[in-house]
């Protein structure tokens, strides 16, 4: 495990720092927490950020309020994941447009090539970019570039907290990849409630199977459900994950299945998915997130991972690992 670097420190202290935007500082919106933390990362002390969607707040079947758009035309910038993630905010998007507000639509700032399809459709893509650091890390960068391209004065700041942020992105990357890989090879099946773990199966070398599909506006049905029992079941795959954002029944109901038919199946924990933890907290981090998700699929499924995530590792090395 790699000794974690000391940037962590400066970092939370932009996110613990009260914070009022004078008159030429960047107002901020973002729609997630995923990317209100990275916005966060750029401008630290520089301007203000506000987030739309709290934890456990499904960005799928988010219906903007008034207060909403009040705070969307109150923004200086607004940062979306786009792709279609926040499905029902295209108004609210297209209001701030034309009254003259920067939009960026983060995740649609990355080449094509690095996207993954939504089925047979060449034109839909997965949204859940940031289940891969090293895509999201793009995000970052695309970030930055509206900063500095709003804020000139501010670039050597912006660039700095960026690239600060960078290292730890890297950090936490690698250590994925190293926890992840201690899970057994023939283990390396993520069952999740939804299909959002795409991205994050293409890193770290997962098969990823969603009892729902890429959004979580269809229902799952029997079949599905019937689908998904029977891979359990031939898989025997021992744990299925649950989603801070997404109903448990869907879950429940394939581990009532695959038991009826004699395979017990255990909830390897909730992972976050489409919503960070909740403020404060180090899952209501963007880092804190993935770390939280590695850590909990890596154990879970058969693999090692140290006692408390990557965030431990900045002080202890690979030979403490947890059993
Ligand atoms: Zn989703």
């Not at 912006?158 to 936490?172: F, P, R, V």
Request: charged content about 20%.
């Amino acid at each position: 495990m790699r000794i974690f670097s000391p940037f962590l420190i400066l970092v939370l202290g932009f996110w613990f720092s009260p914070q009022v935007a004078s008159a030429n500082e960047l107002r901020c919106l973002a729609t997630t927490g995923m990317i209100g933390d990275l916005v966060q990362a750029v401008i630290g002390q520089r301007g203000t950020v506000e987030v739309l969607m709290s934890s456990g707040v499904d960005p799928h079947l988010y219906q903007p309020t008034r207060s909403d758009l009040a705070k969307v035309l109150a923004s200086d910038v607004i940062f979306y994941n786009g792709l279609h993630l926040e499905g029902r905010m295209d108004e609210a998007f297209t209001r701030a447009r034309q009254s003259g507000r920067s939009v960026c639509a983060v995740a649609e700032q990355l080449p094509k090539q690095l996207l993954l399809h939504e089925g047979d459709d060449p034109d839909a893509h997965d949204p859940h970019v940031w289940m891969d650091p090293q895509r999201w890390r793009r995000v970052l960068l695309a970030i930055r570039d509206r900063c500095v391209l709003l804020d000139p004065d501010g670039q050597e700041i912006y660039e700095s907290n960026t690239n600060a942020y960078i290292k730890q992105m890297d950090d936490l990357d690698a250590y994925a990849l190293e926890v992840l890989r201690s899970v057994p090879e023939d283990a390396r099946v993520l069952v999740t409630a939804h299909d959002a773990f795409g991205y994050f199966g293409k890193r770290f070398g997962f098969e990823v199977v969603g009892l729902q599909g890429i959004s979580t506006e269809s229902e799952a049905s029997v079949q599905d459900v019937n689908r998904l029992v029977d891979l359990l079941v031939q898989r025997e795959i021992p744990a299925i994950f649950v989603e801070s954002t997404v109903p448990e029944k869907g879950i429940r109901a394939l581990i009532e299945g695959a038991k009826s038919r004699g395979h017990t199946v255990q909830v390897g924990g909730s992972l976050f998915s489409d919503a960070m933890g909740d403020a404060g907290s180090w899952s209501g981090t963007y880092l804190g997130m993935i770390d939280h998700n590695v850590t909990t699929v890596a154990r879970a499924l058969g693999g090692s991972a140290p006692t408390n995530g990557w965030r431990s590792t900045q002080n202890v090395s690979s030979s403490e690992s947890a059993p």
